[in-house]
Protein backbone atom coordinates (compact mmCIF):
# COMPACT_ATOMS: atom_id res chain seq x y z
CA UNK A 1 0.00 0.00 0.00
CA UNK A 2 1.16 3.55 -0.80
CA UNK A 3 1.79 5.56 2.16
CA UNK A 4 2.15 2.77 4.84
CA UNK A 5 5.74 1.79 4.34
CA UNK A 6 6.72 3.33 7.32
CA UNK A 7 3.53 3.96 8.83
CA UNK A 8 0.82 6.08 9.91
CA UNK A 9 1.77 9.59 10.30
CA UNK A 10 -0.22 11.84 12.94
CA UNK A 11 -1.24 15.47 11.80
CA UNK A 12 0.86 18.21 13.07
CA UNK A 13 -0.14 19.16 16.11
CA UNK A 14 0.95 22.93 15.39
CA UNK A 15 1.26 24.45 12.44
CA UNK A 16 2.75 28.10 11.76
CA UNK A 17 0.26 30.80 11.05
CA UNK A 18 1.57 31.88 7.70
CA UNK A 19 1.59 27.66 6.56
CA UNK A 20 -1.87 27.12 7.69
CA UNK A 21 -3.28 30.06 6.03
CA UNK A 22 -1.81 28.81 2.91
CA UNK A 23 -3.22 25.99 3.21
CA UNK A 24 -6.63 26.70 4.25
CA UNK A 25 -6.80 28.77 1.05
CA UNK A 26 -5.76 26.26 -1.33
CA UNK A 27 -8.21 24.22 0.10
CA UNK A 28 -11.13 27.19 0.15
CA UNK A 29 -9.98 27.48 -3.49
CA UNK A 30 -10.90 23.89 -4.17
CA UNK A 31 -14.22 22.71 -5.48
CA UNK A 32 -14.75 19.84 -2.52
CA UNK A 33 -18.23 18.93 -1.18
CA UNK A 34 -16.51 17.43 2.04
CA UNK A 35 -16.17 20.98 3.49
CA UNK A 36 -12.49 20.53 4.62
CA UNK A 37 -11.62 24.50 5.06
CA UNK A 38 -14.89 24.21 7.63
CA UNK A 39 -13.08 21.45 9.54
CA UNK A 40 -9.60 22.36 9.46
CA UNK A 41 -10.78 25.57 11.40
CA UNK A 42 -12.79 23.88 13.35
CA UNK A 43 -10.16 21.57 14.47
CA UNK A 44 -6.89 23.98 14.77
CA UNK A 45 -7.29 27.30 16.25
CA UNK A 46 -4.93 30.66 16.27
CA UNK A 47 -2.57 31.11 19.17
CA UNK A 48 -1.37 34.19 19.44
CA UNK A 49 0.53 33.70 22.23
CA UNK A 50 2.97 31.89 20.40
CA UNK A 51 6.00 33.48 18.23
CA UNK A 52 5.55 33.25 15.52
CA UNK A 53 2.00 32.91 15.64
CA UNK A 54 0.59 29.60 14.81
CA UNK A 55 -2.30 26.76 14.61
CA UNK A 56 -3.11 24.71 17.32
CA UNK A 57 -4.83 21.24 16.90
CA UNK A 58 -7.70 21.33 19.93
CA UNK A 59 -8.18 18.27 22.03
CA UNK A 60 -10.43 15.69 21.01
CA UNK A 61 -12.58 16.16 23.62
CA UNK A 62 -13.26 19.37 23.19
CA UNK A 63 -14.91 18.83 19.81
CA UNK A 64 -16.21 15.31 20.19
CA UNK A 65 -17.19 16.09 24.52
CA UNK A 66 -18.08 12.11 24.53
CA UNK A 67 -15.06 10.74 22.69
CA UNK A 68 -13.51 9.42 25.80
CA UNK A 69 -16.65 8.07 27.49
CA UNK A 70 -16.54 4.38 28.36
CA UNK A 71 -20.44 4.60 27.83
CA UNK A 72 -20.94 3.36 24.39
CA UNK A 73 -24.36 4.31 23.35
CA UNK A 74 -23.86 4.47 19.28
Known amino acids: MLGHRYGSRPIP ?8 ELLKQTILDE ?12 WYQL ?7 AYILQN ?3 ILPNFLSK ?3 R
Open 13 to 20: AQIRAPLF
Open 31 to 42: QNENHDGDLLTQ
Open 47 to 53: DTNCVPA
Open 60 to 62: ISS
Open 71 to 73: VNE
